[in-house]
């Protein structure tokens, strides 16, 4: 099994910055796509970014130019730098990865979330 384990995050300023990274822990065979998603009270989880193996990045509508995603293979851990905050962005945002178990087939683990909170 796969633990995905996120860090950072938490409070800023309108117009500030704020940086998160997960990790994936456990028995796995390789990576293929890192993300991040939010998700606000009563509302389907939502695409914020993600990221291959290969570099290849996605972006939501209202995160590009603003939020940029990157990923340390070597570590397994993938970055959301979120710069020019807005108040819209306050959210739950959860990390999901995509594995390789032993067998081949794919799998996929979600982190637990954090609430991080932009005030004017």
């Known amino acids: 099994q796969v633990e995905v384990v996120q860090y950072g995050g938490g409070s800023a300023k309108a117009g500030g910055s704020l940086r998160l990274s997960c990790a994936a822990y456990?028995?796995?065979?390789?990576?293929?796509?890192m993300g991040w998603y939010r998700q606000g009270p009563e509302k389907q989880r939502e695409l914020v970014a993600e990221?291959?193996?290969?570099?290849?990045?996605e972006y939501g509508d209202s995160e590009k130019g603003r939020f940029t995603i990157s990923r340390d293979n070597a570590k397994t851990t993938v970055y959301l730098q979120m710069n020019s905050l807005k108040r819209g962005d306050t959210n739950a945002y959860y990390c999901k990865i995509d594995w390789k178990k032993r067998d081949g087939d794919w799998d996929y683990a979600w982190g637990r979330g954090t609430q991080d909170t932009v005030s004017s």
């Open positions: 456990g028995d796995y065979f390789g990576t293929y796509s």
């Open positions: 990221i291959t193996d290969g570099g290849n990045t």
